[in-house]
């Protein structure tokens, strides 16, 4: 069980952070970045990938020192075993709507057929709701479940620090469960669509995130993303992009006021003009690449 909710949760954070980006070429370079101007110590902020490739795991050395050292911790959410639960109960319908309703035919054996690859039968699939099986297909299938998000989330509360989500669980579910049906159905073609260059597409945004190459970064979403239904494109621009990153500024001003605070959100939250880099330095922080 703790496994199966392992992988839907970081499928869940894979979808709401990679390859649906509208980016702005900003010429920044960088996943560490040290933000300073609220607090008396200054505070840390890292861009992350959500993998579990052993490169992405195995912090560089400035990066796990500014982690051991800081007094909090904030990730996207908090990763206990309660929000996995809650994810994987909320990727089902509980009024009886079957899936194999909301497709084609064709597209439902596609679906069905794909989703067997990841150890998931007919009998549970169609129980799934769209956005949650886009969500799925967007994880490799050889995934464990621990990727970067959830290492630095269990490694901060064995080291006793304090942590906190800049979201809920809850919050960041909305932003798919509120979009249409119809939306969610073109989500659903676009993964099958895509799902042969699933592991091309993840292996160029490992290759850039450890080259801490946002513009690279960038430029793999656009391409990703010109693929898409334009009104699943604008969707995700404005509910899962944009809101999400001023919440997350919102959320997590204590911690910067605190000082001496480690946080770490999707790397594609950093750049553009509506990223957090460019929010922060906007309220007056100042925000400098580490590494």
Known sequence: MRLKCERLFVAL?????????????????????KVEGAGKRPSYLLGTIHSGDPRVLRLPAVTQKAFVGADSFSGEVEMDMNSMVQVSESM????????KDKLDPKLYQQTVSLLAGYGLPEMIVQRMKPWAVAT????????SGQVLDMQLYNDATMQGKRVYGLETVQEQISALNGMSERLQVEMV????????????????????????????????????????????AEAFTSEVVN???????????PRLREGNAFIAVGALHLPGKKGLLNLLR??????????
Do not use: C
């Open 282 to 291: 906007r309220k007056g922080y100042t925000v400098t690449p580490i590494y």
């Open 13 to 33: 954070l894979l979808l709401l952070t990679a390859g649906w980006q509208v980016s702005w070429a900003t010429g920044e370079k960088g996943m560490l970045w």
């Open 92 to 99: 089902f319908y509980s009024d009886g709507s079957m899936l």
């Open 243 to 253: 809101k999400r990153n001023i919440r997350m500024l919102s959320r997590m001003q």
């Open 136 to 143: 799925t297909l967007s994880l490799p299938k050889n995934s």
């Open 189 to 232: 073609r676009s993964a099958v669509q895509q799902h042969p260059e699933l592991d091309r597409i993840n292996a160029r945004l490992i290759n850039a995130y450890l080259k801490q190459d946002l513009i690279a970064l960038e430029r793999i979403s656009e391409e990703t993303l010109s693929k898409e239904d334009h009104s699943v």
